[in-house]
């Protein structure tokens, strides 16, 4: 397994909840403490770095990751000893009976209950989703006290998957946004200077309404910024003909050009979309309208900030398994490397 790989697994296995993050934060600063010029965590527990460039000049330019996870909260207890919970970020209730969870600081063990196939009543009980309210988390407890005690009201839970190969593909949990994390990384690791000055904020609570790169972005006060996502894939088998897939994995790296939180700069479009083309590097436009980054809260940052989101396809996410093509991992650390270090204030000049 190469280093990039191994790092990728950390911060993939590492528990990171919105408002939880610590774990990823120490994964993170290991990964670039020997590399970066300045480094602090500000109050609400953004890593704020900074990597001067070649050029004393160069633009301000913020690159953000976040740090956080879609995962759980213990919100009560019953009399049986099984914890009622709520969501953290958005998660698809069809997919929680049955899954295994990783319970607080110690991890403990839970699972979510499903009531066995054979004691459903009729078909109509069979096709039903049940709701989260409705759920349980079982951890073995043997009552309310005992639950309590193990996990009180407020502990934060996560899904207990592992990363794993497959093929030319990885699989694990919290791809959205540890691929991120993992491509910024990989650029600040990089051992020659760019022409830019490279602001990289690891964000948190991004899954909860962007909040870290709300104050990042007003902190770094940047001349423009990257937003770097795992996003969604979904080139399954179609079941409807005639609409196009937001992304596909294998087909490169994602370019935002609108989502739901905000409209690209169309000067950051071209560039990016121009160095892919130069270097004959894949990329696909994700189909616009859908989804929403750190670049929603960077770009009304004070006066404004022009913004861009390149992101890494990933099957599955928001689950436990996400799953991403590494060669599409590796082009998206090359076409934000050589998009940087294109960059400059002629990119950024407004046309009449
Ligand atoms: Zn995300």
Same mark, same amino acid.
């Given at each position: 397994m190469s280093e990039s790989q191994m790092i990728l697994q950390q911060l993939s296995e590492a528990t990171g909840? !919105?408002? %939880?993050?610590?774990? @990823? #934060? !120490? @994964?993170?600063?290991? /990964?670039?403490?020997?590399? @970066?010029?300045d480094l602090r965590i500000d109050s609400i527990g953004n890593i704020l770095a900074v990597k001067r460039g070649k050029d004393e000049n160069g633009v301000r330019v913020m690159v953000s990751a976040h740090m956080d996870e879609v995962g759980f909260m213990v919100v009560g207890h019953n009399g049986d000893g099984f914890l009622k919970f709520r969501t953290v970020g958005g &998660? %698809?209730? #069809? &997919?929680?009976?049955? /899954?295994? &969870? !990783? @319970?607080?600081?110690?991890r403990l063990p839970g699972v979510i209950g499903v009531k066995p196939v054979h004691l459903l009543k009729s078909s109509d009980e069979a096709e039903q989703v049940a709701k989260v309210d409705d759920l349980m988390v079982d951890i073995g407890a043997k009552n309310k006290s005992e639950a309590e005690k193990l996990a009180p009201l407020g502990t934060y839970a996560t899904f207990a998957s592992h990363f794993r190969e497959l093929g030319p593909c990885v699989s694990g949990k919290a791809f959205d946004d540890r691929a991120g994390c993992a491509i910024l990384i990989e650029v600040l690791r990089a051992t020659e200077a760019l022409g830019c000055e490279l602001h990289a904020a690891f964000t948190v609570q991004e899954e909860v309404g962007l909040r870290g790169a709300r104050v990042a972005a007003f902190a770094i006060d940047p001349e423009c910024a990257f937003a770097l996502e795992g996003t969604i894939a979904d080139d399954l088998p179609k079941d409807k003909p005639g609409t196009s897939p937001t992304t596909e994995l294998g087909k490169g790296p994602a370019i935002t050009v609108m989502d739901r939180s905000f409209i690209a700069d169309r000067r950051l479009v071209r560039l990016v979309t121009g160095t892919a083309e130069e270097l004959g590097i894949p990329y696909q436009i994700k189909q616009p309208g859908i989804g929403g980054t750190d670049a929603g809260a960077i770009h009304r940052s004070r006066g404004g900030v022009p913004s861009i989101t390149l992101a890494v396809p990933c099957r599955y996410i928001h689950s436990p398994a996400a799953l991403m093509n590494l060669a599409d991992f590796g082009r998206t650390v090359r076409l934000l490397r050589e998009s940087l270090s294109r960059l400059t204030r002629d990119t950024l000049r407004r046309e009449p």
């Open positions: 909840v !919105s408002g %939880d993050e610590q774990d @990823v #934060r !120490s @994964v993170v600063l290991n /990964a670039i403490r020997a590399c @970066v010029d &998660i %698809d209730a #069809r &997919i929680l009976p049955g /899954a295994s &969870i !990783s @319970v607080g600081p110690k």
